[in-house]
């Protein structure tokens, strides 16, 4: 199965897309946490990435067609993958499709996780991660214990999270990445899923319509 998850900022495209990874036994490629590892580790890839994802921006089409382009090539990719936060524009969706054409074949499904915005503000916004164990709590629905996580770490609020961040992502993503609604609608391959309930609810209504494209 070679699918895509797309959505807005927040709507639970790294949740729904490792699960699926893990039960498609493919791998789950986050461009997101590419980048993430790549600030983290230092690299000039980081280093280029950075400042754009810290204003709400997207990293440029040729950096982030670079990395997935190497990723994509690797083995544990031949015979699938679920691609999450790419592609995010009309140039990465058409070399997507360039570099699998290039392999003899094509998606089979893009799955798109549907939330209004208010609800999308209100996930990335009460959103706090544990610097020490990488814990995700939600000061709404999942508090923490207290003013730290459980194991004593000191809880976060990721940049890209701040309000003024996630109005810009939201603006970005309306912009520059809802075009490919009709770019895949027109190809027959889009699906779009209520992303709103309980993740395993959401997750059931992806699986239901992969059935329908495998
Ligand atoms: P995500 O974890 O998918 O929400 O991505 C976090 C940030 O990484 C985005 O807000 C962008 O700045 C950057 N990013 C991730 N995927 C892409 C992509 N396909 N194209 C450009 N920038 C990206």
Partial sequence: MRAVLMGPPSAGKGTQAARLGTELKVPHISTGDMFRAAIAAGTELGRQARGFMEAGKLVPDEVTMGIVRERLAHEDAQSGFVL?????????????????????????????????????IRRAT?????????????????????????????????????????????????????????????????????????????????????????
């Fill in 84 to 120: 999450d936060g790419f592609p995010r524009t009309v140039p990465q969706a058409e070399g997507l499709s360039k570099i699998l054409a290039s392999q003899g074949v094509k998606l089979d499904a893009v799955v798109l996780i549907d939330v209004p915005e208010d609800e999308l």
């Fill in 126 to 214: 009460g959103r706090r991660i544990c610097q020490e164990c990488g814990r995700v709590y939600h000061v709404e629905w999942n508090p923490p214990p207290g003013d730290a996580c459980e194991c004593g770490g000191a809880l976060v609020q990721r940049k890209d999270d701040s309000p003024e961040t996630v109005t810009e992502r939201l603006a970005t993503y309306r912009a520059q990445t809802e075009p490919l609604r009709d770019y895949y609608s027109v190809e027959g391959s889009l699906a779009v899923v209520d992303g709103m309930g309980d993740p395993d609810e959401v997750h059931r209504r992806i699986v239901r319509v992969l059935g329908r494209c495998s």
